[in-house]
């Protein structure tokens, strides 16, 4: 499956760079937050969550930073590399385990 | 485990013809989630169940769409007659209660000509 393609906000990073890709939610009872990577002719795979109580947590050259006084959530990749191109998702939990997704932003890597 | 398994991967259809999607979600997880995703609109939740039963289906388009889920390890989204416009990528997820993400298969790309 094809991700959202022309109209998605797109982000160019230098191949070794750190990328930021940055989110908006709407729902201040959600209990997670989760990034998703979208490659091209696959289903969104789960890359980190974050809990609600929580403005931080580390994966593998993935960090998640989460501020709910203004509802914003953001995804740093270090030193990106060239299989990080993706359509990246934000998507929210709410009650019953219902994911809410967001737009979703193209990360382009550049050689 | 084979992951989240749908079926078929490619339909395409003509228009005013039934068609049914397929899934079988990850052995031992309780909640089942149809999303439709399209360039305009991105990633939509159709319709989810918990434990076979449909929770909210409040993102279904119309009554031209169904989805049932029999028993734990199937699931159909069926769509009769067809249009057009519903021409898109159909995902369906799976997830376990206490579990903070859904696991998604990889699509039925669906053109309705």
């Known amino acids: 499956g094809e991700s959202v393609g022309l109209h998605l906000p797109t982000l160019s990073v230098q191949e070794g760079d750190n990328s930021i890709i940055n989110c908006a939610y709407s729902n201040s009872a959600s209990d997670y937050f989760i990034w998703y990577k979208q490659e091209s002719g696959k289903g969104p795979q789960f890359i980190i969550d974050?809990?609600?109580?929580?403005d931080k947590r580390q994966g593998q050259r993935v960090t998640v930073l989460l501020n709910k006084t203004v509802k914003h959530l953001s995804l740093q990749i270090a030193a990106t590399q060239p299989g990080d191109s993706a359509v990246y998702f934000c998507a929210e939990k709410a009650a019953g385990n219902k994911l809410t997704f967001g737009g979703g932003t193209r990360v382009l890597v550049k050689p | 485990d084979a992951g989240v398994i749908q079926s078929p991967r490619h339909e395409v259809t003509e228009m005013g013809q039934e068609v049914t999607l397929r899934c079988k979600p990850i052995?031992?997880?309780?909640?089942l989630f149809w999303y439709r995703q399209t360039m305009m609109r991105g990633l939509e939740l159709l319709i989810y169940f918990n434990n076979n039963v449909p929770i909210d289906d409040s993102g279904m388009p119309e009554d031209r769409f169904s989805a049932k889920m029999p028993n734990a390890s199937f699931s159909t989204l069926k769509i009769q007659p067809s249009e057009p416009r519903d021409s898109a990528v159909y995902f369906c997820?799976?997830?376990?209660?206490?579990?903070?993400?859904?696991?998604f298969g990889q699509g039925t790309r669906l053109t309705v000509v």
């Open positions: 052995s031992g997880h309780d909640y």
């Open positions: 997820a799976s997830s376990s209660q206490g579990g903070t993400g859904a696991f």
């Open positions: 974050i809990r609600s109580n929580m």
